[in-house]
Antibody, heavy 121, light 107 residues
Framework: EVLLVESGGGLVQPEGSLRLSCVAS????????MDWVRQAPGKGLEWIAR??????????EYAASVQGRFTISRDDSRNLLVLQMNALKTEDTAVYYC????????????WGQGTMVTVSS | DIQMTQSPSSLSASVGDRVAIICRAS??????LAWFQQKPGKAPKSLIY???TLESGVPSKFSGSGSGTYFTLTITGLQPEDLGTYYC?????????FGGGTKVEIK
């Protein structure tokens, strides 16, 4: 069974930092591009980052809203996806989901259950 | 960035009805479009990719069509378990972008 489990969410003050993790199981993690998507309370989905698979050099893409503040990375030896979030703003408050892309540049077909991040003083 | 516009933003239909959700892209995206279902408090679930290809295990009551800038998700024989919010997403260009969502309610 393909499984993605996020962790690391919590309450953080504005300008603070937080590191989200997503542990993958049930598939060959290194063969897949991986995404982070978020959803602010009562709002829609927002794609924020992708890290490509090893064969594509682990290159990354970001939404403008997080570019320069967030860093997506992966450790294929540990089946681990990471989102390092710095200089957090109140508008970063959201549930953060990790997702797996099964094919090339395609969309995600599987998502984790999400982890809540609250940025507030 | 490519803007994705969904309509309607919400709809209410009866059990057994056929409903259609529209997604328009601000520029051509070929068939690089996915549809997701999200139930309250849950993660998104992938329904369709490449505009019309059903994900494995998704019932055939869901269908997608379109290409370029105009896309449709159709649900035939609406059932109570189909309630939730439906999102389209383009993956033609980065940043990938979602539509604003269509909330489906059962009368």
């Amino acid at each position: 069974e393909v499984l993605l489990v996020e962790s690391g969410g919590g309450l953080v003050q504005p300008e603070g930092s937080l590191r989200l993790s997503c542990v993958a199981s049930g598939f060959t993690f290194s063969d897949h591009h991986m995404d982070w998507v978020r959803q602010a309370p009562g709002k829609g989905l927002e794609w924020i980052a992708r890290v490509r698979k090893s064969a594509r050099g682990h290159t990354t893409e970001y939404a403008a809203s997080v570019q320069g503040r967030f860093t997506i990375s992966r450790d294929d030896s540990r089946n681990l996806l990471v989102l390092q979030m710095n200089a957090l703003k109140t508008e970063d408050t959201a549930v953060y989901y990790c997702g797996r892309s099964p094919t090339g540049k395609g969309p995600c077909d599987t998502w984790g259950q999400g982890t809540m991040v609250t940025v507030s003083s | 960035d490519i803007q994705m516009t969904q309509s309607p933003s919400s709809l209410s239909a009866s059990v057994g009805d056929r409903v259609a959700i529209i997604c328009r892209a601000s520029q051509g995206i070929d068939n690089s479009l996915a549809w997701f279902q999200q139930k309250p408090g849950k993660a998104p679930k992938s329904l369709i990719y490449a505009a019309s290809t059903l994900e494995s295990g998704v019932p055939s009551k869901f269908s997608g069509s379109g290409s370029g800038t105009y896309f449709t998700l159709t649900i035939t024989g609406l059932q109570p378990e189909d309630l939730g919010t439906y999102y389209c997403q383009q993956y033609r260009n980065y940043p990938f972008t979602f539509g604003g969502g269509t909330k489906v309610e059962i009368k």
